[in-house]
């Protein structure tokens, strides 16, 4: 992904904290020093002026970690390979002599097999985005609670695959001729599907990182006699950047082909070859089960995280709105609710942690409100699943099909990845400019707004070339559909929408995983990893709010609506967490917390502490 190296730091046993203007001039590692990295070494902490003055390098990648991000890349070829042709599957008619849904000549035919209108398949596949990204919630409390990630991963594969396979039965010649039928496998099968991706996804990621060997910085000499520190940071932050690129290498392949598919052959060849690939996934981490590092379930520490916010929020709450607010942020929030300010006769007895995790609990709060305006982000991103689809349908195809524009995307991310990873943050870094994450959050709102104002303006001179004027989809007359042809517009004039989403993807979405992962409690990060994702969930629900939008004649206001959303969420999210950006550093760097019976020796420390300050 594209974070700052030096940005990031996701380990929690750090020594000190580094200044921001001494950060932003640490060089970046070359690609020779990295290969013989670790081939001297004094493998021990740096000392807090060594912290300020070498430079920091990213350790070896283990091979396992690259066999996880194959997993990765063959599920999300299985998950768009398959949705990328629900448009076309649910919104365009059977076409006549197809019992495929197979249209056999993309420039003057057109693939579909329910034919359900707009409307309907911007609804389903706005509820398929929202069940998707709802199921990780559960997904993570099991994982944390009952089986642990490996195995929650394992069970979730065997469900997504059983909806695959209903999903190739809902595109199978003979039921097609059923369209009932059909649609009703078609919702059985992604709702199996979603409870598939709801164990998957959030705790593949922490399951990646998981398998790094160093947990800490040390000073470590390279072959040239240079002296170095090597930083888990910027470890996880090189194995984040490829391990989304894995994700969309495996989304383009997935989207490419099964368009062909689709047009040529039918939806059950695109529904099948997903499905055969997903298969491989339980193969490669059966190979795995013995070389990965598997982390056993600790229990959920979400009831202890709750109880605690609720305790932190007792006594502040007031009629009086001035009174609230004061309460609420008088600096004593969390700092009143640490194990230290109580003594045993007053101690909670669920207080079973020490000070260091209730500041690791506040941390992943303050995450859990940096997502808290992605909803608004995520709804300018799920136009390229839907209505972007549907704008291409009405423009000139120029031998390809009208959803094979979707590949864009994921071609974008796979060029400006390793760009923007090798070549632009470093000349930043140089430059003594520092892109933070939340920096980069606001930046990706604004960047995904410019892509909706792209597609208004597109869709505008749609309307305005259209035979059939602010109806571009087609027209009743006396009670029957009549299609219009289609507008002379090259259907590539959506490139832009497709390339700045691409990038606001890179600033926003990507940013999101490091930033999840870096401020959440250890025993917790599945669940934060989770609550990121669920507010794509609560996008998709918003959509639904917008379905009326969805069709023409109001595909203009659609867009332009969007790109509003989205820009006031950006400079919302700035003014509300701009504080947060100045402590970065401090955020990152705060000590490991211990829950249960690992805080015993801090409750003793603590306990003298109180005995020495009494004397």
């Known amino acids: 992904m594209v974070s700052d190296p030096t940005s990031v730091a996701v380990h929690d046993d750090v020594r000190a904290i580094v200044k921001d203007n001494e950060v932003n001039l640490v060089p970046v590692i070359s690609a020779h020093d990295e290969d013989k990295l670790g081939l001297s070494a004094d493998e021990r902490d740096p000392t807090e002026e060594e912290l300020h003055t070498l430079r920091r390098v990213p350790d070896k990648i283990p091979l396992n970690i690259y066999t996880i991000a194959f997993i990765e890349l063959c599920e999300r070829f299985s998950y768009y390979g398959t949705t990328v042709v629900f448009i076309n599957f649910i919104q365009q008619p059977l076409p006549k002599g197809s019992a495929t849904g197979a249209s056999y000549d993309i420039e003057n035919g057109q693939a579909g097999a329910l034919g359900l209108e707009q409307r309907t398949a911007f609804a389903l596949t706005t509820f398929n985005s929202f069940w998707q990204y709802t199921m990780p919630l ?8 009952f089986l642990g990630r490996f195995r929650t991963i394992g069970a979730a594969l065997a469900v997504d695959i059983v909806g695959h396979i209903i999903l190739v039965i809902s595109g199978l010649p003979p039921v097609i001729k059923n369209p009932n039928g059909s649609l009703g496998a078609f919702a059985v099968g992604i709702i199996l599907m979603g409870i598939g991706t709801g ?31 090597v930083d888990p940071a910027a470890t996880a932050s090189r194995v984040y950047h490829y391990f989304y690129l894995f994700i969309n290498i495996g989304a383009l392949c997935g989207q490419l082909s099964m368009v062909y598919c689709e047009h040529y052959v039918g939806f059950w060849l695109s529904y099948t070859l997903p499905t055969i690939l997903l298969c491989f996934c339980p193969l490669v981490l059966l190979w795995g089960r013995r070389r990965y590092k598997r982390v056993p379930p600790q229990g959920s520490v979400l009831g202890r995280a709750t109880k605690l916010f609720f305790l932190a929020n007792k006594g502040r709450w007031s009629l009086n709105p001035s009174k609230t607010y004061k309460r609420l942020h008088d600096g004593t929030f969390w700092e009143n609710v640490k ?48 209505n972007l689809v549907s704008q291409a349908a009405t423009m000139k195809v120029v031998g390809v099909p009208n959803d094979v524009l979707t590949n864009l995307n994921p071609f974008a991310l796979i ?14 870094r140089k430059m003594r400019m520092n892109p933070t994450p939340l920096k980069r959050i606001a930046v990706g709102y604004f960047v995904a707004a410019s892509a909706m104002i792209w ?9 305005k070339k259209s035979e059939c004027g602010n109806y571009a989809n087609g027209i009743t007359v006396d009670g029957k559909d009549v299609e219009c042809a289609r507008v002379e517009i090259n259907m590539w004039a959506q490139s832009g929408s497709y390339i700045l989403i691409a990038f606001s993807e890179i600033m926003a979405s990507i940013t ?25 969930a609560i996008s998709s629900a918003i959509g639904f709010a917008l379905t009326p939008l969805a069709d023409d004649p109001l595909l203009v206001w659609n867009y332009g609506v969007v790109a509003i959303l989205a820009a006031f969420g950006g400079a919302m999210f700035w003014i509300q967490m701009r504080h947060l950006d100045k402590e970065e550093d401090k955020l990152n760097m705060l000590p490991k ?21 009494r004397a």
């Open 339 to 386: 194990p230290s300010r109580f003594d045993e006769a007053s101690k909670p007895k669920w207080m079973d942690f020490n000070d260091a995790w209730v500041e690791e609990v506040r941390r992943g709060f303050n995450a859990c409100a940096v997502f808290l305006w992605y909803p608004l982000f995520w709804l300018c991103y799920n136009q390229i699943n839907n």
């Open 138 to 145: 559960f997904g993570a409390w099991i994982a944390d609670s």
């Open 199 to 229: 164990g998957f996804k959030p705790n593949v990621n922490p399951l990646i990182v998981e398998q790094l060997d160093l947990e800490r910085m040390i000073v470590r000499t390279l072959p040239s006699g240079e002296r170095v520190i």
């Open 593 to 613: 917390g211990e829950v249960g019976h690992h805080t015993a020796k801090a409750e003793e420390y603590h306990g003298d502490e109180k005995n020495e300050s």
């Open 455 to 463: 597609a208004c303006v597109i869709q505008y001179y749609i309307y």
């Open 512 to 536: 999101s995983l490091e930033y999840a992962h870096s401020k959440a409690p250890a025993n917790m990060r599945s669940m934060v990893q989770s609550v990121a994702l669920f507010m794509n």
């Open 415 to 428: 060029i400006m990845i390793p760009l923007l990873d090798l070549f632009v943050y470093p000349f930043l």
